[in-house]
């Protein structure tokens, strides 16, 4: 018999272990029972089989279960189940071990029928001891950089680098244990509460994976109110990681179980940028990560082979932990949660999926750019709850920016410098949910405190014309739209210099408004001096030139002025082409408007061109329904109809 020292092995807390029998409560299981529950601390008996059944349907997902069952139970549930995620392996446990061999053996998950305590307990013991490498189950948060400084990619490293930098008050928030309660058991809990530290986090992160696995999810779904109270956990273990760097040019393997759609997914991403939203565990030790996956009776496995370079500038620190680890029986090497790699290659080889990746930044050719100029718009923002609500309306999370903006409003005094800035950046996410009067509502709000506390003559209540204006123009209210812009342009040319981009987006928005009215002459002299104004200031190719020469081509459009809009719109797709990606979107609106201009002149052959390479662009950075790609594809029909 398996003496007790062995039974309490820490390593093989990693599953949920379900025994189901009719005669589980009987006197001689009882013994049976505690054996067991030193094997895992998530234990759970069940003399019903619709019950035990219930208990694995609400598990989540990422659990890994270990069932056993009995033979006459077996025979009832394992078809029922065998096919759920969750469920790991299964062991028959029972009397006649010949008659449910012969059921047994058509179930891939059931490892093994045995008759014997002693046999039961070392089989589970031996099963997870092999796999010294862990396989990874549970699901795979990762985000796929498109081309596109709007997509979830820059969106998650925005919400991590801003958790990382907010403010602490206390090193662990009341209300994370309240939220805690109703998924961790209370003992654990209690013990985090008494022994947590930012020393010990590495060792916690490696015992328990309750955090990170929440932390994950909370990403996934954009829990934010989540992510805002583990942000110490966070914090401590990124400080950490940073502490205990690696030093030199590092290969390390994971191994993880994964479903047909994260293959496809992988599968045309080669070459792309990803980031892993998790906390993601590698090893040095390939042969036991290739073994663990071998001896996996999942459809879908995967190898990933990490080439990882301290030295590279503005990576998400990574370290060898072994160390810190609650576990120290195999090597440990763990990088931050939304680290970022480039998919080299991707093959499979014996049936086991192989990923290459290469640990890349935000300081990689494709995506620097885009950060540096988030950086210039946000400036170095502070780290409090302002700042937090203003990086949640940056990533589309526009309730949860209210609620936090809201909750500012709560705290302050009416008279505080950051109330007018809240009632302003609610209109501001009032505007982008479509909520217009609820926007102007802010918005005149914010005004009138700082017509309170501010000079007549602040660039800041020219901030508040202009979005008043931008409210007033998409609720077709020109004139009022009109009178805004020109009282915010009055005040940003008595406080900057004529090319200051204030002044600019002024200029452009009032050009705007004369143009949705038709009145295309005032439009093409706004349009003209934003031209006259950047000529004195920027060299001939600049690449701010581009759009402005794209809105003046328009406007020679609308006018029926073929030549000259052709003249600018020349002009604007030379100048993004020199600036911007090739299948940026703006560059495919020129090529549509270029289309446009052709077939007005019936010259179908050079429309279908431009239409074509303006398709092109589309459907690599727009989804099949958007607005633009149905249009586009219309004008392609259309033109094709005079090729034939």
């Known amino acids: 018999m398996a003496t007790n020292s062995k039974l309490d092995d820490p390593d093989l807390e990693i599953f949920t272990l379900i025994w189901l029998d009719a005669s589980i409560n009987e006197f001689e299981n009882k013994t049976t029972q505690n054996d067991l529950h030193k094997l895992s601390n998530q234990f759970k008996p069940f003399d019903n089989s619709d019950e035990c059944e219930s208990y694995i349907q609400s598990l989540s997902i990422d659990e890994r279960i270990v069932l056993i069952v009995s033979g006459q139970l077996g025979r009832e549930i394992v078809p029922r189940i065998h096919k759920i995620e969750q469920i790991y392996l299964i062991y028959v446990y029972c009397f006649d071990k010949e008659r449910n061999e012969q059921w047994a053996k058509n179930y891939s998950k059931i490892k093994k029928v ?89 060792w916690w992160l490696t015992k328990d994976k309750f955090l990170s696995k929440l932390i994950s999810k909370s990403f996934h779904t954009k829990n934010i109110d989540l992510l805002y109270l583990t942000r110490f956990y966070l914090r401590d273990i990124n400080h950490q990681l940073e502490l205990h760097q690696c030093s030199t040019l590092i290969h390390v393997y994971h191994s993880h179980l994964i479903s047909d759609e994260e293959v496809e997914q992988l599968n045309h991403s080669i070459g792309k940028l990803i980031s892993i939203n998790t906390f993601f565990v590698t090893t040095f030790q390939r042969d036991k990560a290739l073994l663990a996956l071998k001896k996996s009776n999942e459809s879908q496995k995967i190898l990933f082979e990490i080439d990882a370079d301290p030295s590279i500038d503005g990576i998400k620190p990574f370290a060898d932990i072994t160390s810190f680890s609650y576990s120290k029986n195999q090597s440990q090497i763990i990088f931050m949660l939304g680290s970022i790699f480039r998919i080299k290659n991707f ?65 302050l005094p009416s008279n505080h410098d950051n109330t007018h800035i809240c009632y302003h950046n609610l209109g501001n996410v009032a505007y982008l949910k479509k909520d217009y009067d609820k926007s102007l509502e802010y918005h005149l709000k914010s005004l009138e405190i700082k017509k309170c506390l501010l000079k007549t003559d602040d660039s800041s209540l020219a901030d508040s014309y202009n979005c008043l204006g931008i409210v007033y123009f998409d609720k077709n209210n020109y004139k009022q739209a009109i009178d805004f812009y020109e009282k915010g342009l009055n005040i940003l040319e008595l406080k900057f210099d004529e090319n200051h981009s204030k002044i600019l987006v002024c200029l452009n928005n009032i050009g705007l408004v004369y143009r949705i009215e038709e009145n295309y002459s005032k439009a093409l ?58 299948n940026h979107s703006s560059i495919g609106m020129t090529l549509e408007n270029m289309g446009l201009i052709y077939e007005n002149k019936n010259d179908f052959q050079h429309a279908y061109k431009y239409y074509k390479e303006a398709a092109d662009i589309y459907q690599q950075t727009l989804s099949s329904t958007h607005a633009d790609v149905i249009q586009i594809e219309n004008n392609l029909l259309r033109v094709s109809v005079h090729l034939k």
């Open 114 to 202: 045995l008759t014997t305590k002693e046999e039961l307990i070392e089989q589970i013991r031996n099963d997870n001891k092999k796999e010294i490498v862990p396989i990874d189950n549970d699901l795979l948060y990762i985000n796929i950089y498109e081309n596109n400084s709007d997509n979830q990619f820059i969106h998650s490293q925005l919400l991590i680098n801003h958790l990382l930098k907010i403010k602490i008050y206390s090193t662990i928030d009341r209300q994370f244990f309240i939220l805690c309660q109703t998924d961790y058991p209370e003992e654990n809990l209690e013990e985090f509460q008494e022994n947590y530290s930012s020393e010990n986090s590495l």
């Open 347 to 411: 093959y499979q080889e014996n049936n086991i999926w192989i990923c290459q990746m290469i640990l890349s930044s935000e300081n990689d050719s494709d995506i620097k750019n885009i950060f540096q100029q988030i950086k210039q718009e946000d400036g170095d923002s502070d780290t409090d709850l302002l700042s937090f609500g203003n990086i949640l309306a940056r990533i589309h999370q526009y309730d949860d920016a209210e609620k936090y903006y809201q909750y500012i409003l709560k705290e």
């Open 525 to 582: 002299d706004y349009y003209q001096k934003i031209l006259d104004i950047k000529k004195r200031y920027l060299t001939e190719d600049h690449s701010d030139l581009g759009q402005i020469f794209h809105n003046i081509g328009a406007i020679y459009w609308c006018c029926g002025f073929y030549d000259d809009a052709m003249k600018y719109y020349i002009l604007s797709l030379e100048n993004k082409n020199k600036f911007l990606s090739s």
